[in-house]
């Protein structure tokens, strides 16, 4: 379990942040369901399935993305509420390059190319490492490439 005390942010604000990105980017505005919103926001403050602060933030960014509580911008999202969770907690230092880094990401969670377990690490990347591992690097190239390239 986590030593550091954790915030979190409700659901207004997460549906507040969503209208805002709609609204300057584009993209039709509503929630298809807010029950997915919901259990994501409450899940992810369950230390027993979500220990560390990474592994909170990949679920965080994973169920945005992937449960479609919005009619449109799951993706873009699920960048900015991620953003504003690591903000939130203290880890500004990375904010940016989480933003940068996770504009292809997401497109590749959404895409079924990138798993959890991929994203839990590529987020453990961002926060702990100055750049990926070449481990890293690797599972991410097989996981986008082709397959007739792999």
Same mark, same amino acid.
């Given at each position: 379990?986590?030593?550091?005390?954790?915030?979190?942010?409700?659901?207004?604000?997460?549906?507040?942040?969503?209208?805002?990105? %709609?609204?300057?980017?584009?993209?039709?505005?509503?929630?298809?369901?807010?029950?997915?919103?919901?259990?994501?926001?409450?899940?992810?403050?369950?230390?027993?399935?979500?220990?560390?602060?990474?592994?909170?933030?990949?679920?965080?960014?994973?169920?945005?993305?992937?449960?479609?509580?919005?009619?449109?911008? @799951?993706?873009?999202?699920?960048?900015?509420?991620?953003?504003?969770?690591?903000?939130?907690?203290?880890?500004?230092?990375?904010?940016?390059?989480?933003?940068?880094?996770?504009?292809? %990401?997401?497109?590749?969670?959404?895409?079924?190319?990138?798993?959890?377990?991929?994203?839990?690490?590529?987020?453990?990347?961002? %926060?702990?490492? @100055?750049?990926?591992?070449?481990?890293?690097?690797?599972? %991410?190239?097989?996981?986008?490439?082709?397959?007739?390239?792999?």
């Amino acid at each position: 379990m986590t030593d550091i005390r954790i915030f979190y942010f409700d659901v207004a604000h997460a549906i507040r942040e969503h209208d805002w990105i %709609i609204e300057n980017s584009g993209g039709l505005a509503g929630i298809r369901e807010i029950g997915y919103l919901e259990s994501a926001l409450n899940h992810v403050q369950n230390d027993l399935y979500y220990p560390e602060f990474e592994t909170k933030l990949a679920h965080l960014v994973f169920a945005i993305n992937k449960f479609h509580a919005f009619n449109d911008g @799951n993706k873009r999202s699920s960048i900015a509420l991620g953003a504003y969770f690591l903000e939130l907690n203290g880890f500004d230092y990375c904010v940016t390059k989480f933003v940068r880094e996770m504009e292809n %990401i997401a497109v590749w969670l959404a895409e079924g190319k990138i798993d959890k377990e991929l994203l839990g690490e590529i987020v453990t990347s961002i %926060i702990m490492d @100055n750049d990926y591992p070449d481990s890293l690097k690797l599972k %991410i190239l097989h996981a986008v490439s082709p397959e007739d390239i792999s």
